[in-house]
């Protein structure tokens, strides 16, 4: 199920590193998580110069936002986050000050992927 949304200044990421990045975080997401790379979704969003604020300034903010079912342990939670921080990092370049990654957690009753309503963690 992961849903990612990365938004990132326009021309920050080429195609090819769009891809690559796709790539190594359906990689990292599906081994982390014991599940094929089809539920990995991913989106790219940017932003024009001077529509990206940190701090009340412009800024290059990166912005990633991954959706998964809830019921993953802590720890599970903060390594998946602490991967995807080091993947976007080396993609990017970005700063730690530039950064923002959220995690979202949803019942998986309330998606369907692949056709079939998620199961719940474990089942």
Known sequence: MPLY??????????????????????????????????????????FAPGDGFVGGKAAPAVLLTVKIREGRPADYKNKLLFGL?????????????????????MPASNAIELGELMPDIGK
């Open 5 to 46: 949304r990365i938004t990132t200044p326009e021309g920050l990421l080429s195609p090819e590193a769009k891809a690559a990045l796709a790539s190594e975080i359906t990689e990292f997401h599906s081994g982390m998580a014991g599940l094929d790379v089809a539920y990995t979704k991913l989106v790219f969003d940017s």
């Open 85 to 105: 921080k080091s993947l976007l990092q080396g993609a990017t370049g970005a700063q730690d000050v530039d950064m923002l990654l959220a995690l979202e957690e």
